[in-house]
């Protein structure tokens, strides 16, 4: 069966401009993708970075759907660092839920830093034909 794969912006991003996480834990996440529906013989393979340029450790928190701990990803992010790879080309269905993300951290400085912590990425859709 034939494969397609197209490269593809994170939804939640404009233009591939980085996507500031400003939430924090109870309060609506922000949105890093949504996978369009279509075809169940198609995946998303996806690659998420994230830089943290606030002055102190946060913790950024990828869920995958479902606020449960089993569908999130919690990577500690060092203060004034560089791009770090968060999602290393996980594979999900494209019915699968809303990616979002959340900082682990007091609201002080999700507040205060709004977009002191961004995440940048892309997919590759792959779809049979």
Same mark, same amino acid.
């Given at each position: 069966?034939?494969?397609? &794969?197209? +490269? +593809?912006?994170?939804?939640?991003?404009?233009?591939? *401009?980085?996507? =500031?996480?400003? %939430?924090? *834990?109870?309060?609506?996440?922000?949105?890093? #993708?949504?996978?369009? $529906?279509?075809?169940?013989?198609? !995946? /998303? /393979?996806?690659?998420?970075?994230? *830089?943290?340029?606030? %002055?102190?450790?946060?913790?950024?928190?990828?869920?995958?759907?479902?606020?449960?701990?089993? #569908?999130?990803? +919690?990577?500690? !992010?060092?203060?004034?660092?560089?791009? *770090?790879?968060?999602?290393?080309?996980?594979? @999900?269905? &494209?019915?699968?839920?809303?990616?979002?993300?959340?900082?682990? $951290? $007091? =609201? %002080?400085?999700?507040?205060?830093? =709004?977009?002191?912590?961004?995440?940048?990425?892309?997919?590759? +859709? @792959? =779809?049979?034909?």
């Amino acid at each position: 069966m034939p494969v397609t &794969i197209t +490269r +593809r912006l994170l939804s939640g991003s404009t233009n591939g *401009q980085p996507i =500031a996480i400003t %939430s924090t *834990q109870g309060v609506v996440p922000v949105t890093i #993708h949504a996978p369009v $529906t279509g075809a169940t013989t198609s !995946l /998303e /393979e996806i690659f998420i970075y994230a *830089q943290n340029n606030a %002055s102190s450790n946060v913790n950024l928190v990828v869920e995958f759907g479902i606020s449960t701990s089993g #569908h999130a990803v +919690r990577t500690p !992010l060092p203060p004034l660092g560089g791009l *770090q790879l968060v999602i290393p080309g996980l594979l @999900i269905g &494209i019915t699968a839920s809303t990616i979002t993300g959340w900082l682990d $951290t $007091t =609201a %002080s400085l999700a507040n205060s830093g =709004a977009g002191q912590v961004a995440v940048y990425g892309y997919i590759n +859709r @792959i =779809a049979q034909t």
